[in-house]
């Protein structure tokens, strides 16, 4: 079971992940200009949408969320337990399955938290695999679930858990059969987000200096071979996968990683934007304001949706879909978590 210090340390990264987004970054990677574009450029992303906000009043709010359509959202708190929304109804179950999830479909859906991995299989869930790392460090702590397919799932932490006293990363891979540990392994740093597939992934994080300074790193693991794409990002810098495209942002700037390198895609100075990216294309991405609200860029121009780009709903999760989206928000006015459901009008 989590222990109160564990649910606070959860809670706290929060409003430092908030506190990061607001003041920005502060120093400067090495930048590639990308060469001309391959192709024709992907359409404007859509903005019609018609939004449902279901409220959450849980003590420590919402955690993590996954979703396989409209109709079969999991969301789940930092104390490990899960609700279940089947379109109509949100449900929290009884129980504790753990506080990372991921599925790719309503048949599958995988949890973690300290020590335990468990899988839901369209009936109802069951523990999967417990670890036990080492007498050291007998325990294990996610921050990430990240999925390219049900039989190929990534898992990312570290092996003390609090993050100012990091034993070492973690990282597991499963490859529709067994969670195996990866050869990925660095003192004092702690995995926060991966992007990529087929034995070819990023992964950023935080490393924490003797003297606790949190310097952010990003790896690329290929066929289990480690290579540093940069050890020098400021803040919270989280990769992503967005289209095709392996994507980072970073102060007002958008990066592409490629060929192991961080090569200049969008320079978005002297406008609001502030990161925290997510998106379906290069055209269709959704991110976070300097004001905190939630917006969407195609390209050409920022737009708010009335309805949930507010002051103070802050967006700290996110599955986008073919018919639509699913934000898990946080109101910052009442503290209680928002699960926000955007359909696409005419889809």
């Known amino acids: 079971m989590y222990t109160e210090k564990r649910d606070s340390m959860k809670y706290i990264s929060v409003l430092l992940l908030l506190f990061v987004l607001i003041c920005g970054c502060k120093s400067s990677i090495n930048e590639l200009v990308l060469p001309e574009q391959e192709g024709p450029p992907p359409p404007p992303g859509p903005r019609n949408y018609t939004w449902t906000i ?11 969320i996954s979703a396989s359509s409209l109709n079969d959202i999991w969301a789940s708190t930092p104390d490990g337990y899960l609700y279940h929304h089947d379109g109509k109804t949100l449900k929290k179950l009884i129980g504790w399955y753990g506080d990372e999830i991921w599925g790719e479909t309503s048949q599958s859906v995988w949890s973690a938290s300290i020590d335990h991995i468990f899988h839901f299989n369209g009936v109802e869930w069951k523990l999967d695999t417990a670890l036990f790392i080492s007498k050291k460090y007998p325990n294990a702590f996610f921050n990430t679930m990240y999925g390219v397919s049900d039989s190929e799932i990534y898992l990312g932490g570290s092996t003390n858990g609090d993050s100012s006293n990091h034993g070492h990363s973690l990282l597991l891979r499963y490859d529709g059969k067994h969670w195996q540990r990866l050869a990925f392994q660095e003192d004092s740093f702690s995995i926060e987000s991966i992007a990529g597939g087929e034995n070819d992934i990023y992964i950023a ?49 958008i ?12 320079d978005l100075s002297g406008t609001d934007f502030r990161g925290g990216i997510c998106g379906r294309s290069e055209n269709d991405i959704f991110c976070g304001m300097i004001d905190l609200r939630l917006a969407h860029y195609n390209g050409i121009d920022f737009h708010y949706f009335d309805e949930i780009s507010k002051p103070n709903f802050f967006r700290y999760g996110a599955v986008l879909l073919p018919e639509g989206v699913v934000f898990l928000m946080w109101d910052r006015a009442t503290g209680n978590s928002l699960i926000v459901r955007g359909k696409l009008i005419n889809k």
């Open 205 to 253: 994080g935080t490393f924490v200096t003797p003297t606790k300074q949190n310097i952010e790193k990003l790896y690329r693991l290929k066929n289990n071979e480690v290579f540093l794409i940069s050890d020098n990002l400021r803040g919270t810098s989280l990769v992503r996968m967005i289209g095709n495209n392996i994507m980072i942002s970073y102060g007002k700037k």
């Open 54 to 64: 279901d409220t959450v009043r849980e003590v420590n709010g919402l955690w993590s």
């Open 255 to 266: 990066f592409k990683v490629r060929n192991g390198g961080i090569n200049l895609f969008k």
